[in-house]
C-alpha cells in the first residue's frame, strides 16, 4: 500500500512570497489533514478535511493560510504572504474516516524555510 | 483546551537500559491516546494507541505505555532499549466521540548508545 505523498520535499523562499505544498493521500482514506510543525515542537493541526469538505480550520491562519480538497482526493495548501515565523514542517496525514479511532497516516513533509 | 506535556526534551541511554518517558494531558473527558515514534529521516508513525479496555496497552518493538487515568498520565516503557530505538517520541491525545484532531506534546528526543 502506498503511503502519503507529499511535495516537494524542500523549499526556500523570501518572506512576502507565495508557496504552495501538495499532498496525494492514502488512496480511499476520506479524511485528511495538515499539520505543522515548528522546530522544538510536536505537529499543530492547521486544518482536516472529510471528502472535500472543511470539518476543522480553526488553527488556520485564514489571512495568508488556504487549503483545498477540490475532488476530495489530493490537497493544496497555500501560503501568501510568506513570514518568518512560518519556516516550518508541513505534515499532510490521512486516515480512512472521521472518527478519533482511526489511526492517522502521515506523509514525509514538507520542510519550509522563509528568509 | 487540551494539551499534552511530555516531561523530557532529550533523553540519553545507553543499550538495554530502561526507559520511560513520561507523558501527561489536560482534559476533562474521556481521551484516547497514543504515541508516535520519528525515526531519523523517516515519517511520524504510530507506536501504540490507547482507547478502553486494559490499561496497559502493548506496541511495536517491544514498547507499552500505560494509563493511569487519575494522574492523566499515558508513560511509554521499554526494559531494554537498543540502538535503532534512537529516535524522537511523541504523545498524542483526543477525544472521544467528538473532534478526533490530535493535540501533540513537543516530544522526547531518544538517542541510545550502542
Do not use: M
Not at chain 1, 503511503?3 to 505544498?21: C, H, L, W
Amino acid at each position: 500500500e502506498a503511503g502519503v505523498a507529499q511535495s516537494p520535499r524542500y523549499k526556500i523562499i523570501e518572506k512576502r512570497q507565495s508557496v504552495a505544498f501538495w499532498c496525494n493521500p492514502i488512496s480511499g482514506h476520506a479524511t485528511l489533514y495538515w499539520y505543522q510543525q515548528i522546530l522544538g515542537q510536536g505537529p499543530k493541526l492547521l486544518i482536516q478535511f472529510q471528502n472535500n469538505g472543511v470539518v476543522d480550520d480553526s488553527q488556520l491562519p485564514k489571512d495568508r493560510f488556504s487549503a483545498e480538497r477540490l475532488k476530495g482526493v489530493d490537497s493544496t495548501l497555500k501560503i501568501q504572504p510568506a513570514k518568518l515565523e512560518d519556516s516550518a514542517v508541513y505534515l499532510c496525514a490521512s486516515s480512512l474516516e472521521i472518527a478519533s479511532t482511526y489511526e492517522q497516516y502521515f506523509g514525509p513533509g514538507t520542510r519550509l524555510t522563509v528568509t | 483546551a487540551q494539551s499534552v506535556s511530555q516531561h523530557n526534551h532529550h533523553v540519553i541511554l545507553s543499550e538495554a537500559a530502561s526507559l520511560e518517558l513520561g507523558c501527561n494531558y489536560s482534559y476533562g473527558g474521556t481521551v484516547n491516546l497514543f504515541w508516535y515514534v520519528q525515526y531519523p529521516g523517516q515519517h511520524l508513525q504510530l507506536l501504540l494507541k490507547y482507547f478502553s479496555g486494559d490499561p496497559l496497552v502493548k506496541g511495536i518493538k517491544g514498547f507499552e505505555a500505560e494509563f493511569i487515568k487519575s494522574k492523566f498520565s499515558f508513560n511509554l516503557r521499554k526494559p531494554s532499549v537498543q540502538w535503532s530505538d534512537t529516535a524522537e517520541y511523541f504523545c498524542a491525545v483526543n477525544n472521544q466521540g467528538g473532534s478526533e484532531k490530535l493535540v501533540f506534546g513537543k516530544g522526547t528526543k531518544l538517542t541510545v548508545n550502542p
